[in-house]
């Protein structure tokens, strides 16, 4: 099959794997955007949207399994914070597969309520500071930012969403829904 073929095929299972999994176009369009902006070296958009759609799958199953799944309800629920976690935890979502690659402490982290990486990752970058990822320039002492410095960001939480997402997929069926 030629290269952009195959690239082709797995841009729509990549897609069509969140839409199925996660039933519901209030979460599956964080991620859907996401893969796309991936996939067009769009790096910003890419990480602000598998986090946004990590998030959103956790406020919305959180409300939906308290019967609360309104706007009103929405806009009351914890944004991500380690206690948002805890309260996915507590009606059986396995948060522990929004572990960084190498985060062996996540869970002290989260009993000692120290934030985790995804937490600490959301809110630097959606406050704008991505100075953790500025690059020194060779032979220089200047450093640059460009969004290619968030790359592997954004391929790491494409790997945490793709676990999520299935979690996501097992407790919702495991809910009759």
Aim: charged residues 30%; proline residues 1%; contains cysteine.
């Amino acid at each position: 099959m030629p290269d952009d073929i195959a690239e082709r095929f797995r841009s729509f299972a990549d897609q069509h794997n969140y839409y199925r999994r996660l039933r519901g176009a209030e979460t599956h369009w964080f991620f859907v955007e996401a893969e796309k902006a991936l996939r067009h070296g769009l790096y910003i958009a890419a990480v602000l949207s598998f986090i946004n759609g990590i998030e959103a799958s956790i406020r919305t199953n959180v409300l939906y399994h308290q019967g609360k799944f309104d706007e009103e309800s929405m806009s009351k629920v914890n944004i991500m914070k380690n206690r948002l976690l805890h309260e996915a935890r507590a009606i059986g979502l396995k948060v522990e597969m929004l572990a960084f690659p190498g985060e062996l402490d996540f869970e002290e982290k989260l009993k000692d309520n120290v934030t985790v990486e995804l937490v600490r990752v959301r809110n630097n970058l959606c406050h704008g500071n991505v100075f953790e990822y500025f690059q020194k320039v060779t032979g220089t002492s200047e450093t640059i930012f460009t969004s290619e410095c968030l790359q592997n960001l954004a391929l790491t939480l494409k790997d945490v969403s793709e676990k999520w997402t299935k979690e996501i997929e097992r407790f919702k069926e495991s809910q009759g829904r």
